[in-house]
């Protein structure tokens, strides 16, 4: 993935990473991260206190990518641990509220690098603050797409599985799955293949198909490959764990997190 060019070295900015959950922001912000740490430049990493699923003190990819971080509670706390810093990291912005942006404003004033990872939308799909206020001062934006778990097609969309809670309940794959606009629109008649299965139907006729189900009467045959029907990418591919690493389960230890199929009160969807 690209990497915003050097301005002048006394020139501070803001990059920002978004997307849906799945969709690499996570992985993208360490690899930009450990580059500046091969170049020695002093590096402060941060993320919110909501996410301490899988490690307090680490940022984790869901393909087990880390970094060493330090949990802040509200935005406010970077300030007081940046000063050093060339450049700092920051993932799970969604969770920072709205003081995030003076922070960040402030930081890129003083001649740093600041790179933000957040969700743009939350799981209804409307935009997560302050990720939206970021993308408008950043001088460097940055958007990643997750493979839709329907039907393999880009997924701009994180679709909540469960029927409950707010705007932010933290959870992985147990509650959480990557869709394209689609997929996300036509919710809970768009059914993600059980792991190993083979998405072979596109997903209006998987939704036909369950009709005739509860109609009692088979769907009729279409020609295989014939016009009206093009091949969906993920007709061959869907992803066969869809986030279900080892950081998942991790995040489900009780005690630590939201144990499987539980929701925890006052918790967020993480990015
Ligand atoms: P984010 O921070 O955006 O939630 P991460 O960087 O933590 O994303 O994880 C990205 C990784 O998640 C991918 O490289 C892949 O290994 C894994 N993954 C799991 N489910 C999906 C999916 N549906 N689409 C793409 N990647 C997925
Ligand atoms: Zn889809």
Redesign the pocket.
């Known amino acids: 993935m690209s990497e915003p060019a050097h301005p002048l070295p006394s020139t501070g900015w803001i990059e920002v ?1 978004v ?12 690899r930009r991260l450990r580059r500046a740490q091969i170049a020695r430049q002093r590096v402060e990493i941060f993320k919110p206190r909501l996410d301490d699923r899988y490690a307090r003190d680490h940022i ?6 880390r970094i060493p971080s330090r949990t802040i509670r509200s935005a406010r706390e970077v300030l007081r641990h940046a000063h050093e810093a060339q450049v700092i990291g920051i ?1 799970e912005g969604q969770f920072l509220g709205p003081e995030l942006v003076p922070v960040c404003e402030k930081l890129a004033r003083q001649g740093k690098r600041v790179i933000v ?1 957040g ?1 743009d939308q939350d799981y209804k799909g409307r935009p997560f603050e302050p990720m939206p206020q970021l993308l408008a001062i950043a001088e460097y934006i940055t958007k ?6 329907v039907c393999g097609a880009p ?1 701009n969309r994180t679709y909540r599985k469960v029927k409950r809670g707010g705007r932010v309940v933290v959870g992985g ?1 147990e509650l959480y ?2 869709r394209c606009r689609r997929c996300f629109d036509l919710g809970p008649r768009a059914r993600a293949p059980e792991p190993g299965m083979t998405v072979t139907r596109r997903p209006e006729r998987l939704a036909a198909a369950s009709r005739h189900a509860r109609a009692g009467r088979p769907p009729g045959r279409r020609r295989a490959g014939g016009r009206g029907a093009p091949r969906s990418p993920a007709s061959a591919t869907p ?1 066969p ?5 080892a ?1 998942d389960a991790s995040k489900t230890v009780p005690g630590r997190g939201v144990a499987r199929g539980r929701l925890r009160p006052a918790s967020g969807l ?2």
Request: glycine share 10%; aromatic share 2%.
């Open positions: 990473i997307g849906s959950m799945y969709s690499g922001k996570t992985e993208e912000l360490i984790v990819s869901h393909s087990e990518l993932d990872a969700l990643t797409l997750a493979i839709c778990v997924a794959s799955e990557a992803t764990n869809h986030g279900g690493s950081r993480r990015a």
